[in-house]
């Protein structure tokens, strides 16, 4: 296990800044599971009243989907060059004119359009807000905070069927552009929250900035609190993303994309196609629906045992064990396709529960091993690279499940699934109670435990 050398400001105790400081970061990922499950329940209307066709449907089904791949990596360019506090609140106020604005769409090219940039900002905010808040939480809190952020996804979303079916059966045919302007209300509280939060001190020392940044840490840490409990990130270089990753980072960012991606395919697929899925095995009478969100709130379950084991069972350990027993719960589904209903159901939610160890590692990891000056940008690039394949995951599902059945569906999942658990073995690195620098430094530091070191990271 990697030990702190011990510092001022990865040592502090978890303050009420910390706190409000994760809770407004979580305002991303709750819009994006608000903004992408909304637009479920609106379609029902939606697609007789504009008359779309089915590849319509799935353009601006998908459309918010394609804008966070597009956002994430230029909102994480952005926050390395201009700062994270800057966008922190100008990318959630650019949701809540385009929410505002689809009250008024009348085409399928207007709404797709405005769900685009919709997407393009949930996206931004996710390397901004990750960024500011690894920046500034304790080394021993930085992991159950970062992976809590991925939680609140499942709550937007359960709050986005609440709200739709709602407005649906008490507004009328106009229900559905209530719905999609409804995310302009969260998007407004959590930019009022947002409003005053400093800096990230980390970011000023990379910039040269340090009387900024020794004010900020004054502040939030204390009187006591010095640019010199910034040192190590002082004398780094100030580099960019490309010139990194030739430097041996690339080992790092290949790993995250590929296991981020193994991540996101079976569950975008699962969660988009789950009553299809759960009616194809023959859940019927409703129970589908039922199963879906049974299974939706077993996500969640999953994201919060995770929290409480990342620290406990180390990075490395947990993403293994997460891709291996929701790979093998994933296989028996294709092997026993025609189980009776409550294996069935048993199997899907142990998948739900299991697999939140790779969910809250999705923001864990980037913000980990990438240094400051590119910390947004290697979040961006990881997030985008696995829109690619959560896109492609949920486009083909259908096909599969009509070209290869239920359970070759199921068994095409788990082999991704154990793809990511194989991956794993190999390169997964560990941060366990290392500060940012240590777990951003290829060669592990003389203070901590020594390790092999793999695919650029330590393990």
């Known amino acids: 296990m990697t030990v702190n050398a011990g510092n001022r400001l990865d040592d502090a105790p978890l303050s009420r800044f910390h706190k409000k400081l994760a809770l407004y970061s979580s305002g991303g990922p709750f819009l994006d599971g608000y903004v992408l499950s909304i637009i479920g329940v609106a379609m029902v209307q939606i697609s007789p009243q504009l008359d779309l066709s089915d590849s319509t449907q799935g353009l601006i089904g998908a459309s918010a989907l394609i804008g966070v791949f597009l956002g994430a990596f230029a909102g994480g360019w952005l926050t390395d060059r201009f700062g994270r506090q800057v966008l922190y609140t100008i990318d959630l106020a650019a949701i809540i004119v385009c929410s505002v604005a689809q009250f008024w769409a009348d085409d399928a090219v207007w709404l797709f359009v405005l769900r685009l940039l919709i997407g393009m900002a949930v996206g931004a905010d996710y390397p901004i807000a990750t960024s500011l808040l690894a920046e500034f939480t304790p080394s021993r809190y930085r992991g159950p905070l970062l992976g809590g952020l991925v939680a609140m996804w499942f709550v937007g979303a359960a709050v986005a069927y609440i709200v739709g079916e709602i407005l649906l059966h008490q507004l009328g045919d106009d229900a559905w552009r209530w719905m999609l302007s409804s995310a302009a209300l969260p998007a407004t509280v959590i930019v009022?929250?947002?409003?005053?939060?400093?800096?990230?001190?980390?970011?000023?020392?990379?910039?040269?900035?340090?009387?900024?940044?020794?004010?900020?840490?004054?502040?939030?840490?204390?009187?006591?609190?010095?640019?010199?409990?910034?040192?190590?990130?002082?004398?780094?270089?100030?580099?960019?993303?490309?010139?990194?990753?030739?430097?041996?980072?690339?080992?790092?960012?290949?790993?995250?994309?590929?296991?981020?991606?193994?991540?996101?395919?079976?569950?975008?697929?699962?969660?988009?196609?789950?009553?299809?899925?759960?009616?194809?095995?023959?859940?019927?009478?409703?129970?589908?629906?039922?199963?879906?969100?049974?299974?939706?709130?077993?996500?969640?379950?999953?994201?919060?045992?995770?929290?409480?084991g990342v620290n406990r069972m180390g990075r490395r350990t947990l993403v293994?064990?997460?891709?291996?027993?929701?790979?093998?719960?994933?296989?028996?589904?294709?092997?026993?396709?025609?189980?009776?209903?409550?294996?069935?159901?048993?199997?899907?939610?142990?998948?739900?529960?299991?697999?939140?160890?790779?969910?809250?590692?999705?923001?864990?990891?980037?913000?980990?091993?990438?240094?400051?000056?590119?910390?947004?940008?290697?979040?961006?690039?990881?997030?985008?690279?696995?829109r690619i394949g959560a896109a492609t995951g949920t486009y083909l599902v259908p096909m599969a499940l009509t070209g290869w059945g239920v359970?070759?569906?199921?068994?095409?999942?788990?082999?991704?699934?154990?793809?990511?658990?194989?991956?794993?073995v190999l390169w997964a690195p560990e941060t366990r109670g290392m500060t940012l620098h240590q777990a951003a430094t290829l060669t592990p530091p003389a203070t901590t435990t020594p390790v092999e070191t793999v695919a650029g990271g330590a393990r």
């Open 407 to 424: 359970g070759g569906t199921m068994l095409a999942a788990a082999a991704i699934s154990l793809i990511g658990a194989a991956v794993s």
């Open 320 to 386: 293994i064990h997460s891709f291996l027993w929701s790979g093998l719960a994933l296989l028996l589904l294709g092997l026993f396709p025609d189980a009776p209903s409550g294996v069935i159901m048993t199997l899907f939610a142990l998948y739900a529960v299991i697999i939140g160890g790779t969910q809250i590692l999705q923001w864990i990891y980037p913000n980990e091993l990438f240094p400051t000056e590119v910390r947004g940008s290697a979040v961006g690039l990881a997030s985008s690279a696995s």
């Open 192 to 308: 009022l929250l947002r409003l005053g939060t400093p800096e990230s001190p980390r970011w000023l020392a990379s910039k040269g900035r340090t009387a900024e940044a020794e004010a900020v840490l004054k502040q939030v840490y204390g009187p006591e609190a010095t640019i010199a409990d910034l040192a190590e990130e002082e004398e780094r270089e100030n580099v960019d993303l490309k010139a990194i990753l030739r430097s041996g980072y690339g080992g790092r960012m290949l790993y995250i994309s590929v296991f981020w991606t193994c991540s996101v395919i079976p569950l975008f697929a699962i969660y988009a196609f789950g009553p299809r899925i759960l009616d194809a095995l023959r859940l019927e009478d409703g129970l589908a629906n039922v199963g879906e969100a049974m299974i939706t709130v077993m996500f969640l379950i999953g994201c919060v045992i995770a929290l409480f």
